[in-house]
């Protein structure tokens, strides 16, 4: 990787089944990620994904671009939800890198986390070792 290279977005689907097996892995039973009633009635569009969930998927793209390289550094701000329709379908989050740094064997990505055109996280980064 060189600076200013632009990796190739990677695209994840999410579905309600999602969000129950990311509920019970980490332990995160919250009712606005599984019901409408609970989540409309605290003010939201409708169920949400687990922001670290959405932080996840931001992972994975990076690891599947670095080839599963030692991440030093991941983070961004929850700015926006995922929200995800009760239907088979879920909806799509998109991550996008681009190569800002190479140095002293660490590699900064600039990532964009986007669903349904809304950036979802603000200020995503990771840096890699190697």
């Not at 689907?13 to 919250?30: E, I, K, M, P, Q």
């Given at each position: 990787?060189?600076?200013?290279?632009?990796?190739v977005t990677r695209s994840y689907r999410v579905t309600r089944a999602d969000l129950v097996?990311?509920?019970?892995?980490?332990?995160?039973?919250?009712?606005?990620?599984?019901?409408?009633?609970?989540?409309?009635?605290?003010?939201?569009?409708?169920?949400?994904?687990?922001?670290?969930?959405?932080?996840?998927?931001?992972?994975?793209?990076?690891?599947?671009?670095?080839?599963?390289?030692?991440?030093?550094?991941?983070?961004?701000?929850?700015?926006?939800?995922?929200?995800?329709?009760?239907?088979?379908?879920?909806?799509?989050?998109?991550?996008?890198?681009?190569?800002?740094?190479?140095?002293?064997?660490?590699?900064?990505?600039?990532?964009?986390?986007?669903?349904?055109?809304?950036?979802?996280?603000?200020?995503?980064?990771?840096?890699?070792?190697?």
């Amino acid at each position: 990787m060189t600076p200013g290279d632009v990796l190739v977005t990677r695209s994840y689907r999410v579905t309600r089944a999602d969000l129950v097996r990311y509920a019970g892995a980490s332990g995160d039973f919250n009712p606005i990620h599984w019901s409408d009633r609970v989540a409309t009635g605290v003010g939201l569009p409708g169920v949400i994904a687990h922001g670290m969930f959405t932080m996840a998927l931001a992972a994975r793209a990076v690891a599947e671009w670095t080839d599963g390289a030692e991440v030093a550094d991941l983070g961004a701000k929850f700015t926006n939800p995922v929200v995800v329709p009760d239907d088979d379908d879920g909806v799509e989050v998109t991550v996008a890198g681009t190569v800002k740094s190479v140095e002293d064997g660490l590699t900064t990505l600039a990532l964009e986390v986007t669903c349904q055109g809304q950036k979802v996280l603000g200020l995503p980064k990771a840096v890699v070792r190697g």
